[in-house]
C-alpha cells in the first residue's frame, strides 16, 4: 500500500496522457511544492459525482499518478503547471489535513497492454486527429502522438469525454482497453457510420 496526495477534478488524465493544471487553492500550492521538493507525484481522481460510483471520499475509486514535468507563471500570475500520468491506482482510503487537502492510501494498478485481438479502431484514430488539430490546446501537448496504439488512443478519449464517476471507475478500472473501446465504438459516430445510413 502507497500513500498519494489527491486532486481531484471534473476532468481526468490517464497513463500517457498530459494535462495543464492552474494551480490557485493554497493547499495545492503545498502539494506541488512538496511534490518538487519529495520529487515525487500526486494522485489525480475524477470528483465523485454518481449514484452508482464506488467514490471513496468523494473522490472516485481509480485514479492516475502523475508526475510534474513543466511550471510556468501565467498570464493572470496564477501557477500553471503540465503533468503526465504515470499509472493507476486503485484507492481504499482517504483522509485529509486540516487545510483538506486529501491523500489516499493506493494499490498500484498495471497499466493496459495492447490487447491481442481488438476491435478496428482507425476511424477512432482518425477521429481523435481531427480533434487535436482542430483544437491545439489539446494536440499541442503532444510531440508524439501513437494513433496506431489502440491502448493509447482509448485512453485519449476518455479524458475528453464527460463521464461520470461510475462509467469512468467501469472503464478505466478494466483490466484492458476493450470495455473502454467497445464503449467508445457505440457512443462514438465515425464517418463509416455515417456512410452506413445514407
Excluded at 513543466?70 to 485529509?96: H, Q
Excluded at 488539430?133 to 503532444?142: D, M
Aim: proline share 5%; glycine share 8%; aromatic share 10%.
Amino acid at each position: 500500500m502507497n500513500e498519494v496526495m489527491l486532486f481531484p477534478l471534473t476532468s481526468v488524465v490517464l497513463p500517457e496522457g498530459k494535462m495543464n493544471l492552474r494551480i490557485f487553492e493554497p493547499r495545492y500550492k503545498r502539494m506541488v511544492k512538496e511534490c518538487s521538493i519529495q520529487n515525487k507525484g500526486f494522485g489525480v481522481c475524477l470528483v465523485g459525482n454518481s449514484e452508482n460510483s464506488k467514490a471513496v471520499g468523494n473522490v472516485s475509486s481509480i485514479g492516475t499518478l502523475v508526475t510534474i514535468v513543466d511550471f510556468e507563471i501565467l498570464s493572470d500570475g496564477l501557477l500553471g503547471i503540465t503533468v503526465v500520468g504515470e499509472k493507476r491506482f486503485s484507492v481504499k482510503r482517504v483522509r485529509a489535513d486540516s487545510d483538506g487537502l486529501r491523500h489516499a492510501d493506493v494499490e498500484w494498478l498495471e497499466n493496459w497492454e495492447g490487447p491481442i485481438s481488438a476491435p478496428p479502431f482507425t476511424d477512432l484514430s482518425q477521429q481523435l486527429a481531427r480533434i487535436y488539430t482542430r483544437f491545439p490546446q489539446l494536440g499541442g501537448l503532444y510531440q508524439h502522438r501513437f494513433f496506431d496504439d489502440v491502448s493509447w488512443v482509448t485512453q485519449r478519449w476518455l479524458e475528453i469525454l464527460p463521464l461520470d464517476s461510475a462509467l469512468f471507475e467501469k472503464l478505466v478500472g478494466a483490466h484492458d482497453c476493450l470495455p473502454a473501446l467497445q464503449f467508445l465504438n457505440d457512443a462514438i459516430e465515425t464517418p463509416h457510420q455515417r456512410e452506413t445510413w445514407i
